[in-house]
């Protein structure tokens, strides 16, 4: 299973991004299937989560800002991001738990960056 990100890059403060993310091999159920960031010198930090059956989760910080969007279908979770701050800066990526057979995965894409200026 590989976790392939898009989207990412510079925008200023107040501007809008958005991220995908699409589970490509042999896969089974993805649940849940969501966003995690890194900024320099701090610990990964969910951002927002998905769940197969339409709940999610989001981090305090972005919630009224990201909107998260699944296609279970097509195995693609999106991420809108607006109003962004310099404070969402950081390396944002995709992760899902798959499950395989009678295994349970936990996948990370390559990690896609989110550079927000002032």
């Known amino acids: 299973v590989q976790l392939v990100e898009s989207g990412g890059g510079s925008v200023q403060a107040g501007g809008s991004l958005r991220l995908s993310c699409v589970a490509a091999?042999?896969?089974?159920?993805?649940?849940?299937m969501g966003w995690y960031r890194q900024a320099p010198g701090k610990p990964r930090e969910l951002v927002a989560r998905?769940?197969?059956?339409?709940?999610?989760d989001y981090n305090a910080s972005v919630k009224g800002r990201f909107t998260i969007s699944r296609d279970n279908a097509d195995n693609k979770v999106s991420l809108h991001m607006s109003g962004l701050k310099p404070e969402d800066t950081a390396v944002y990526y995709c992760?899902?738990?798959?499950?395989?057979?009678?295994?349970?995965?936990?996948?990370w894409g390559q990690g896609t960056l989110v550079t927000v200026s002032s």
């Open positions: 992760h899902a738990f798959v499950v395989t057979g009678e295994e349970v995965n936990e996948y």
């Open positions: 091999g042999t896969i089974g159920p993805i649940n849940p």
């Open positions: 998905a769940a197969t059956g339409g709940a999610t």
